[in-house]
């Protein structure tokens, strides 16, 4: 079955501080990974997504996740946040071949952003 | 705004009543998707239409829970007899199904907020 772990329910960093949070995921098949992030009282937005290819994958708002079969890890960066970033973030797993099927999601990681 | 749209974003109703909310995807998106997020947590899949078709339903839609999308093109979700544990934001997305052009990805609307007293 697929599943996904975000390690860190919080991470708090300085504003123009470089960030990372961590995915590690679990799948049986082809992986299809994703982060979504949740701006206070709005609805999900997909950042990015890795379905296959390249494994340094490329998002909105400066965003950046490298996809690492060995370590079974998807983490998130950003070289450089801002205080606009302050959101919650959620890694997900597609449970079939593509994006439009179940997708499972992690209990996400709230990033604060101190000025 | 041509995005997913579920209204009413807000619903406080007491325990044992019945309550419905309505999805309205993406024009284009025949893929209809319903997730329950509670506080704290990651949102979990309920089910996913294409067209008027259910094609999965999660162990987590109980038979209290229904939901239907008649013409293929809106949906609703109906919770009969609520309890408190059904507090929650249920969120709705669309999609186009795979191989029909253009991306497949997962559109989320703003979702409704259900609050049982």
């Known amino acids: 079955a697929q599943s996904v772990t975000q390690l860190d329910s919080q991470v708090p960093v300085f504003e123009e501080a470089p960030v990372e949070l961590r995915c590690n995921y679990s799948?049986?098949?082809?992986?299809?990974l994703f982060w979504y992030v949740q701006y206070p009282n709005q609805g999900l937005q997909l950042l990015l997504k890795?379905?296959?290819?390249?494994?340094l994958v490329k998002g909105i708002n400066g965003f950046e996740a490298e996809f690492n079969k060995s370590q079974t890890s998807f983490h998130l960066r950003k070289p450089s946040v801002h205080i606009s970033d302050t959101a919650e973030y959620f890694c997900?797993?597609?449970?079939?071949?593509?994006?439009?099927?179940?997708?499972?999601f992690g209990s996400g990681t709230r990033l604060s952003i101190r000025p | 705004d041509t995005g997913v749209s579920q209204n009413p974003r807000h619903k406080i109703t007491k325990r044992g009543q019945n309550v419905t909310f309505r999805c309205d995807p993406i024009?284009?998106?025949?893929?209809l998707y319903w997730y329950r997020q509670t506080l704290g947590q990651g949102p979990e899949f309920l089910t996913y239409?294409?067209?008027?078709?259910?094609?999965?339903k999660s162990r987590l839609l109980s038979d209290r829970f229904s939901a239907e999308r008649p013409k293929g093109s809106f949906s609703t979700l109906e919770i009969q007899r609520t309890e408190q544990g059904d507090s929650a934001m249920y969120l709705c997305?669309?999609?186009?199904?795979?191989?029909?052009?253009?991306?497949?990805?997962?559109?989320f609307g703003p979702g409704t907020r259900l609050t049982v007293l």
């Open positions: 997305a669309s999609s186009r199904e795979p191989g029909a052009g253009g991306t497949d990805t997962q559109y």
């Open positions: 799948s049986s098949v082809s992986v299809y």
């Open positions: 890795y379905l296959s290819g390249s494994t």
């Open positions: 997900a797993v597609s449970d079939g071949p593509s994006s439009a099927s179940k997708i499972i």
């Open positions: 024009s284009e998106h025949n893929r």
């Open positions: 239409f294409q067209n008027e078709a259910q094609l999965e």
